[in-house]
């Protein structure tokens, strides 16, 4: 099945149309277009405008985690789209926190999303398929509550604070002529964990390539290139990488994995 991806909004601009912190990628597959988020305000409607893209035409949403630089333009999205869905995973929430210099600061969802859109909203759970070859799936990795520690990263539940364990996080996979393709987007729960996560719960197929941001702004060199080794042993052939994975990263893990990484930029389009 022929695939595009194309990317609306990252932190690198190109061709004279502007990034900014978050990502928004438009997938187009068989005769369906898939917008999975919507970056950290409206954006990702500027730069499809640029692109050729009617916004209209976009047939599923999808929010890849609860987080403010992939949804804070999904209001923008469903107002302006009257047809797509917005898929999200259970248990995302208005709820998500960061220690910061100066205290914990809320980096969620917009407040109001769930309430004002909850008739254009679908809340999945375990694996889903989407459509023919397009699924839904979670983390299966067990422990990724360290991950949410070393983050520094917090969830505000009725009886007070705890740690994210990303369980609102999910990869959007695709089923393309050269195998799967992963998309998530910032990859909290570890991107050779997702890779390893894919490939046990589609074991008669081959991963091919993935997608997204890989949160390695604020790794050490070391952590960056443990990282790439992990990667390489997935085995996998393609990566393309951008957001939250930044310039200091992404040339490291290109001196660790040679040709198979590509960066990520606003106006990329990949095909499988």
Same mark, same amino acid.
């Given at each position: 099945?022929?695939?595009?991806?194309?990317?609306?909004?990252?932190?690198?601009?190109?061709?004279?149309?502007?990034?900014?912190?978050?990502?928004?990628?438009?997938?187009?597959?068989?005769?369906?277009?898939?917008?999975?988020?919507?970056?950290?305000?409206?954006?990702?409607?500027?730069?499809?405008?640029?692109?050729?893209?009617?916004?209209?035409?976009?047939?599923?949403?999808?929010?890849?985690?609860?987080?403010?630089?992939?949804?804070?333009?999904?209001?923008?999205?469903?107002?302006?789209?009257?047809?797509?869905?917005?898929?999200?995973?259970?248990?995302?929430?208005?709820?998500?926190?960061?220690?910061? @210099?100066? +205290?914990?600061?809320?980096?969620?969802?917009? !407040?109001?999303?769930? &309430?004002?859109? #909850? $008739?254009?909203?679908?809340?999945?759970?375990?694996?889903?398929?989407?459509?023919?070859?397009?699924?839904?799936?979670?983390?299966?990795?067990?422990?990724?509550? @360290?991950? +949410?520690?070393?983050?520094?990263?917090?969830? !505000?539940?009725?009886? &007070?604070?705890? #740690? $994210?364990?990303?369980?609102?996080?999910?990869?959007?996979?695709?089923?393309?002529?050269?195998?799967?393709?992963?998309?998530?987007?910032?990859?909290?729960?570890?991107?050779?964990?997702?890779?390893?996560?894919?490939?046990?719960?589609?074991?008669?197929?081959?991963?091919?390539?993935?997608?997204?941001?890989?949160?390695?702004?604020?790794?050490?060199?070391?952590?960056?290139?443990?990282?790439?080794?992990?990667?390489?042993?997935?085995?996998?052939?393609?990566?393309?990488?951008?957001?939250?994975?930044?310039?200091?990263?992404?040339?490291?893990?290109?001196?660790?994995?040679?040709?198979?990484?590509?960066?990520?930029?606003?106006?990329?389009?990949?095909?499988?």
């Amino acid at each position: 099945m022929k695939t595009s991806v194309t990317i609306i909004v990252d932190n690198t601009s190109d061709r004279g149309i502007p990034g900014e912190w978050g990502l928004s990628v438009l997938i187009d597959y068989s005769d369906k277009k898939i917008l999975l988020d919507a970056g950290s305000s409206d954006l990702f409607l500027e730069n499809m405008s640029k692109l050729g893209i009617d916004v209209k035409d976009i047939d599923y949403a999808v929010l890849s985690h609860a987080h403010y630089d992939h949804a804070n333009g999904m209001p923008a999205f469903l107002d302006n789209n009257t047809k797509a869905r917005l898929f999200m995973r259970e248990g995302t929430a208005a709820d998500c926190y960061r220690d910061k @210099e100066g +205290g914990r600061k809320y980096i969620g969802i917009p !407040q109001t999303l769930l &309430g004002e859109y #909850i $008739d254009r909203i679908e809340i999945v759970s375990a694996d889903y398929k989407l459509m023919d070859g397009v699924y839904l799936i979670p983390h299966k990795t067990p422990g990724l509550v @360290e991950l +949410g520690k070393r983050e520094r990263m917090f969830r !505000q539940m009725n009886n &007070g604070w705890i #740690i $994210d364990d990303f369980s609102h996080e999910q990869s959007l996979v695709f089923d393309t002529d050269r195998g799967l393709v992963i998309l998530n987007s910032c990859s909290h729960g570890g991107a050779a964990n997702i890779i390893n996560e894919i490939r046990e719960t589609f074991p008669d197929k081959k991963v091919y390539g993935m997608i997204g941001g890989f949160h390695l702004y604020n790794k050490t060199d070391e952590e960056i290139r443990a990282f790439a080794e992990k990667v390489r042993e997935t085995g996998i052939e393609y990566i393309c990488t951008g957001h939250c994975t930044e310039e200091r990263a992404f040339s490291i893990l290109k001196e660790e994995l040679g040709s198979i990484v590509d960066q990520m930029r606003v106006g990329m389009r990949v095909e499988f």
